[in-house]
């Protein structure tokens, strides 16, 4: 099993319909095969800067990689997250 996460912070004003129809556009990333497990995240704690989180699992590499190849990603990661995220951290685990 891997974890997928990513913490990430966006170029939105707080709380603004902007960050709401971000948030809201990543939804679809659960539906693309081999996803389990799909969260989206708010920040609490002051101990670091990010604002935000995804997490999901996948059972094993290959069903990660499908999904980072996947065109609807493709498109995300091109037409919404670098246009409008400003900054982010990926960690991906699986069990020790």
């Known amino acids: 099993m891997i974890r997928h996460t990513v913490v990430f912070s966006l170029k939105h004003a707080a709380h603004s319909d902007a960050e709401s129809l971000f948030m809201k ?25 990010y604002h935000f989180g995804f ?3 996948f059972v094993d590499q290959a069903a990660y990689q499908l ?25 991906d685990y699986t069990a020790y």
């Open 55 to 57: 997490s999901m699992e």
């Open 25 to 49: 556009a990543a939804n679809f990333l659960a539906t693309i095969p081999g996803v389990r497990k799909f969260e989206k995240l708010r920040q609490t704690s002051h101990k670091n800067d």
């Open 67 to 91: 999904y980072n190849d996947h065109p609807l990603h493709v498109a995300f990661v091109r037409d919404r997250w670098i246009p409008e995220v400003s900054k982010f951290m990926e960690i």
